[in-house]
């Protein structure tokens, strides 16, 4: 009777352990989960505010050209600014990427950059629908 009390006694302690060190563990994954949570939510919200900085980035009274010149594109370059199109004499065509907080340049956008100032730019006319249009770029 004893070996069997004895038995009873550590299959309990057993027992209470393991229920001990699930709810530590589950414990742990709740505020784990908790905390990653919040994470998602503040850079949700960084995002977030970063597209709207972008969106309104030329209604800001320090963005340093026309309004009326920019034209929204988002990807890769959040604008191009046709400089002195609204009194139709463009003189400059600037490739505007708009930063809040502390964004980075991507990648992408920086081998964009680099393009940009090596000049690798060039025009080509497309004419839809039209036998010219069969010619390589």
Do not use: H
């Amino acid at each position: 009777m004893e070996d069997i009390l004895a038995l009873v006694l550590i299959v309990a302690v057993a027992i209470l352990a393991s229920v001990v060190v699930w709810l530590s563990m589950n414990s742990y994954w709740m505020k784990r989960i908790e905390d990653e949570r919040k994470q998602a939510i503040k850079k949700s919200a960084e995002v977030r505010a970063g597209q709207f900085a972008e969106q309104i980035a030329p209604y800001l009274p320090d963005f340093p050209f026309n309004p009326a010149d920019a034209r929204f594109i988002g990807k890769p370059v959040d604008f191009i600014v046709f400089k002195g199109a609204c009194e139709k004499e463009i003189e400059e065509v600037i490739f505007v990427e708009v930063k809040s907080g502390k964004s980075k340049v991507s990648p992408q956008e920086k081998r964009l950059r680099d393009v940009i100032n090596e000049k690798r730019i060039r025009w080509y006319e497309y004419r839809a629908l039209s036998p010219e249009s069969s010619s390589n770029p």
